[in-house]
């Protein structure tokens, strides 16, 4: 009869879900989010390049993360590339690269931030 007890016990002490946290930012297409209310899917999976050099790490998980949507249905994906914080003509040129970099309208759906 100890087990039973101990594993309700330990069920109780497990911490509080983690929630993704309250965002509002806009997609490289313009739209306005806020997150996570705005996702679009069911499931949803979140890709963050803290460094410019992670982004080639995202990259490389894109096409299997395609793969994957095409089985899963309700499953969508995004991107945060984060931007250390600077002034406002700075990251309205860089995200304007991003986007001359990016021909794919959807992906530029996906890559969220400002």
Not at 104 to 112: M, P, Q
């Amino acid at each position: 009869m100890l087990r039973p007890a101990l594993l309700a016990f330990a069920l109780l002490l497990q911490p509080a879900p983690v929630r993704f946290p309250t965002v509002t930012s806009a997609n490289l297409e313009g739209r306005e989010l806020t997150l996570p209310r705005d996702f679009a899917g069911t499931r949803n999976l979140v890709f963050v390049a803290f460094l410019r050099e992670q982004q080639a790490d995202v990259d490389t998980w894109i096409p299997a993360t395609k793969q994957l949507m095409s089985k899963t249905p309700g499953l969508e994906y995004y991107e945060f590339p984060t931007i250390k914080p600077m002034v406002g003509a700075m990251r309205w040129m860089i995200n304007r690269g991003m986007k001359a970099g990016i021909p794919d309208k959807g992906a530029r759906e996906r890559k969220i931030g400002r």
